[in-house]
């Protein structure tokens, strides 16, 4: 059977803080889910796995303890969403050292340590919520230790097909700007023409 009484004030009141009480738990809900998404990496992991394809050669230190010029592919190593670029594979541990990139899901960001010695403990050198700050900070360190006595630039056969892609963006952006630019032109001529016309039949009339 239908109660058709009004609701009472107290109940209102019932009904107010059970609202507010239900929007506080949907909002530690969605806190939680957003807690545990997985921090986009495919970027960072993307931009690792082209660069070691290159005969690009870095400053380390080798297993004798010795400055050696290493290529990429011998120093990144990545698997299950983690980066590791080794700076230093002497053969005394204590010398022996690399940077780890990884994303944390409980900190919604992706870390860039650096592992050095026996045992090491991890050194935060960065935190980056954003993929591309994560790769500018580590461009900044790359190319601070690129051997340029065998790192030949013109020879990368990525570097020549970003000189193609450029100058095929290039093409597009003058084509597209004569384009616009002939567009200009004809809305400025059919202007002309409309005005040229109403002056006409003012004189006619």
Known sequence: MRNNKPVAPAVRYFFKRLEKRYEQIQQA????????????FDKVEGF??????????IHTVGLNGKHESTILSKAIF??????????????????SGFLR?????DMQAIVVERLH?????????????????????????????????KTKLNNLDLYKRF???????????????AARQEEEEIQRALAKHQT??????????
């Open 101 to 105: 990139i990884r994303p944390d899901n």
């Open 117 to 149: 010695g026996y045992r090491p403990k991890a050194e935060v050198l960065y935190v980056g919520k954003q993929q591309c700050h994560v790769i500018r900070f580590m461009v900044r360190w790359l190319i601070r230790r690129v051997d340029w006595d």
């Open 29 to 40: 809900i969605k806190a939680e889910a957003f807690s545990k998404q997985e921090v986009e």
């Open 163 to 177: 000189l193609e892609e450029q100058k095929l963006e290039l093409e597009e952006q003058i084509a597209e700007a």
């Open 196 to 205: 040229g016309n109403k002056v006409r039949k003012i004189h006619a009339t």
């Open 78 to 95: 990545s698997m299950n969403r983690v980066v590791r670029l080794y700076y230093s594979t002497s053969f005394d541990e204590n010398n």
């Open 48 to 57: 690792f796995r082209q660069i070691m394809t290159q005969n690009i050669f």
